[in-house]
């Protein structure tokens, strides 16, 4: 059953049909989120663009907390020093900032 408050009411997809699309815009405009119901089942929901950036907006600030928990929950607080994960690599800075400068002179950065 979908998440229902005050601003949210359920149609079904009959019923939808019948009011037209812009009664359904009408109401998300207006602040109201309806929800599409074919056979019981929530199928689809009409928002305003203000409630989808709202809704866009808390997930990433969702992911990014997620990011971060995760981070500080498995941080040992070794740190590894680039130079000598280059040289594990087999790979040398002078080298590495030659080519890439070559790229760079050639266009490919």
Partial sequence: ??????????ISVTDA???GLPKLLR????G???????HGKAVAAVVS????SEIKRL?????ETALLL?????DTGARTDL??????FGFDRAELEAELDADLAAGRG
């Fill in 27 to 30: 109401d998300a405009e207006n």
């Fill in 83 to 88: 130079d000598e994960v280059l040289t594990r």
């Fill in 1 to 10: 059953m979908p998440v229902l408050d005050s601003h949210s009411h359920v």
């Fill in 32 to 38: 109201e989120d309806v929800i599409v119901e074919r």
């Fill in 49 to 52: 663009m203000r409630h989808l």
């Fill in 70 to 74: 995760s981070r500080a929950a498995t």
């Fill in 17 to 19: 049909a019948k009011s």
């Fill in 59 to 63: 997930e990433t600030d969702l992911r």
